[in-house]
């Protein structure tokens, strides 16, 4: 007999062990959910309409590549998830390229989680073993014309709770963007894949919805604001909305609030966030903070990226 951490983390992966039971939530895989990007951080989450980070397009928003500006886009990330709570460590790197009307990418996560004692039938500690999430993907766009696009990724997922204990799975998503002077709309798909079978024998699917997700940016002079909102109804019948505002000087300097809203029995609870980043010559360096939730509070998302 093992843990009851392990067996929860069957069911809702390494990030969430210690948030949701099996009976709450009916998804595997809940990390792919989750944002190691922190400009998105720092918006509650929200940004799949953004085409201000494409290096993050492996995993979200696979449409914008092809319409943002930057040719190339490289970034990586630390966060320190739920310290108070799972304790987790997850770094994260992606990339994206663009050439002509055609936009690639490619990223990994990996999550760590705290390590925890086995358990032998006798109530006797057998070993300890520290568990782990994996998250990797590419993604591919093209821009059907100056104002629209469409875009898919391809991810896979793994999660290793002991040495005989390992889950693997698929997700895609499938997505257009389209663009309308100041705003950008996204619609599609998002964690289309696979399902897994829990230590216990249920079968629970990866987190898959339908994506609608907005984004308007305006200039006054050297100031720039920029809003949006990130709508996911899952096939699970869960929902959850996001939505942020970033205020930017001269393109150089950045502020972020935001805030995420999850239904009862949405895999991430409502929490709101805050963010700051700077950029120059290219170089940005990016930090998020969440707080208002008492699992999640103190979760802090720290990243470097360069683009041109």
Do not use: C
Request: hydrophobic share 45%; net charge neutral.
């Amino acid at each position: 007999m093992k843990t009851k951490a392990y067996i929860i983390a069957a069911v809702t992966g390494v990030m969430f062990s210690g948030m949701l039971s099996a009976q709450e939530w009916k998804n595997g895989f809940s990390f792919a959910g989750v944002s190691h990007d922190p400009v998105s951080a720092g918006l509650g989450f929200a940004g799949a309409a953004s085409v201000n980070t494409p290096a993050w397009s492996a995993f979200t928003s696979p449409a914008a590549m092809s319409l943002s500006d930057k040719k190339l886009d490289v970034a990586a990330s630390f966060q320190n998830w739920a310290p108070d709570g799972v304790k987790n460590t997850n770094i994260a790197a992606g990339a994206s390229f663009k050439i002509a009307k055609f936009g690639i990418a490619a990223g990994f996560a990996r999550n760590g989680g705290e390590k925890y004692d086995i358990v032998s039938g006798t109530g006797d500690i057998a070993g300890t073993f520290t568990p782990s999430d994996l998250q990797a993907g590419a993604a591919l766009s093209y821009a059907i014309t100056d104002w629209l696009s469409a875009g898919v990724n391809a991810k896979f997922f793994s999660s290793e709770l002991s040495d005989d204990d390992k889950f693997t799975g698929f997700g895609a998503d499938v997505q257009a963007q389209a663009v309308f002077g100041d705003f950008r709309a996204v619609l599609g798909v998002a964690n289309v894949g696979s399902s897994m079978k829990s230590a216990s024998g249920e079968k629970f699917s990866v987190p898959s919805s339908v994506l609608a997700a907005g984004d308007w940016r305006g200039e006054f002079g050297k100031n720039g604001i920029e809003a949006m909102v990130d709508l996911n109804y899952y096939f699970s019948g869960s929902f959850t909305a996001a939505a942020g505002v970033q205020y930017d000087f001269r393109d150089m300097v950045f502020v972020r609030a935001g805030y995420h809203y999850g239904a009862k029995d949405a895999f991430l609870p409502s929490f709101a966030t805050v963010g700051a980043g700077v950029k120059f010559f290219g170089v940005s360096v990016n930090a998020a903070y969440l707080l208002g939730n008492d699992v999640l509070k103190n979760t802090l998302t720290v990243g470097l990226g360069y683009s041109f």
